[in-house]
């Protein structure tokens, strides 16, 4: 190969790696996806939650998350999950309706197309359950109450 060839494969080589694009970190697994399901038929909504790799049964839709990815709090919010839902058919068996992301941002992107119920992603949790809250502030033993400021009494 040629010096000017070797120069110029180097040179576009440099150049791809520079226009890759900015590195994201590796996504955040979360160990519960939640979603939200709707019965078309009664129009009851419920939010639940399921542990990834575990099945829980919304109807006749049985839910099962492999994966459930949020980005660190440096990254844009995106908020993934590979499901597979499957169908109990009235003969009791049992269909694959739908293996594939759901995106929280999108999710009629991937939507479950099912005559009576939908199910979406809501999100990914660090536990089932409400969110705990934020613990109080603490405070030392030794620290003294603030209290409110005294006005003095306005004078005649």
Not at 5 to 27: D, E, I, W
Not at 68 to 91: G, K, W
Not at 129 to 142: F, K
Request: charged share 20%; aromatic share 6%; hydrophobic share 40%.
């Amino acid at each position: 190969m040629s010096s000017k060839r070797r120069t110029a494969v180097r040179l576009l080589s440099s150049a791809v790696l520079l226009l890759a694009g900015k590195a994201f970190a590796a996504p955040i697994n979360n160990p519960v996806a939640e979603f939200t399901g709707l019965d078309k038929i009664t129009g009851r909504t419920i939010t639940f939650d399921v542990l990834v790799d575990e099945t829980v049964q919304f109807g006749a839709l049985q839910v099962t998350p492999r994966v459930c990815h949020t980005r660190p709090p440096t990254e844009p919010a995106q908020t993934t999950a590979f499901v597979e839902v499957d169908e109990i058919t009235l003969s009791n068996e049992i269909q694959r309706i739908f293996t594939g992301w759901m995106f929280e941002a999108s999710p009629g992107l991937n939507a479950i197309e099912h005559p009576v119920y939908d199910v979406w992603l809501v999100g990914c949790k660090l536990q089932m359950g409400e969110e705990p809250e934020a613990p109080p502030p603490e405070t030392s033993p030794d620290a003294v109450p603030e209290l409110p400021a005294l006005t003095e009494p306005p004078e005649d």
